[in-house]
């Protein structure tokens, strides 16, 4: 309860609050002695805040903090900001995928038989393999899926090591 008095009278202090609060506050004030004393010393206590000045810091605040912090050791960056283990295994991924349609690929290969004792034959008979199973729409929107985010990796690294080369030109000029 108290609580609640003293943020109405807060509120009627400052001007914040609604005309039905402020009168309700009014009348407790005529009639209330605790209200009356609570209300006084809000208002002392208002008074002496709005009259307070605020304190400066001194001219020398920023140039000490800074020094303050240059005598701590910062830690270097990181150059490896990804694990090494989720690149294995992405490029895992990558090589068992290309490996796995590499050996679909031989299988789906009808040698020809060629008279002679040869371990292996000849030529394959491409006109034997069946191309459209090896080349249906699907395998080659995800072929080209896959060269196109390539690319655009490829294209990220060539901008951002000439990125960085602009920085470390721009870096030495200033240091001259």
């Given at each position: 309860?108290?609580?609640?008095?003293?943020?109405?009278?807060?509120?009627?202090?400052?001007?914040?609050?609604?005309?039905?609060?402020?009168?309700?506050?009014?009348?407790?004030?005529?009639?209330?002695?605790e209200?009356?004393m609570?209300?006084?010393?809000?208002?002392?206590?208002?008074?002496l805040?709005?009259?307070?000045?605020?304190?400066?810091?001194?001219?020398?605040?920023?140039?000490?903090?800074?020094?303050?912090?240059?005598?701590?050791?910062?830690?270097?960056?990181?150059?490896?900001?990804?694990?090494?283990?989720i690149?294995?295994?992405?490029?895992?991924?990558?090589?068992?995928?290309?490996?796995?349609?590499?050996?679909?690929?031989?299988?789906?290969?009808?040698?020809?038989?060629?008279?002679?004792?040869?371990?292996?034959?000849?030529?394959?008979d491409?006109?034997?393999?069946?191309?459209?199973?090896?080349?249906?729409n699907?395998?080659?929107?995800?072929?080209?899926?896959?060269?196109?985010?390539?690319?655009?990796?490829?294209?990220?690294?060539?901008?951002?090591?000439?990125?960085?080369?602009?920085?470390?030109?721009t870096?030495?000029?200033?240091?001259?």
């Amino acid at each position: 309860m108290e609580q609640e008095m003293e943020k109405m009278i807060w509120e009627y202090i400052d001007g914040l609050c609604s005309p039905s609060v402020k009168e309700m506050v009014s009348r407790h004030l005529a009639e209330d002695p605790e209200w009356k004393m609570k209300y006084n010393e809000l208002k002392t206590i208002h008074h002496l805040l709005q009259n307070e000045e605020l304190e400066m810091p001194s001219l020398r605040f920023t140039k000490n903090v800074m020094e303050e912090i240059a005598r701590y050791q910062v830690a270097p960056a990181t150059r490896n900001y990804v694990n090494k283990n989720i690149i294995r295994g992405i490029t895992a991924f990558f090589l068992i995928m290309i490996g796995g349609l590499f050996i679909y690929f031989i299988g789906q290969i009808h040698w020809s038989s060629s008279p002679s004792n040869h371990m292996f034959p000849s030529s394959p008979d491409a006109g034997k393999m069946n191309w459209n199973k090896l080349l249906n729409n699907s395998y080659i929107n995800i072929l080209m899926g896959i060269s196109a985010m390539l690319g655009l990796v490829l294209i990220d690294r060539y901008m951002r090591a000439k990125k960085n080369e602009q920085l470390t030109g721009t870096d030495s000029k200033l240091n001259s």
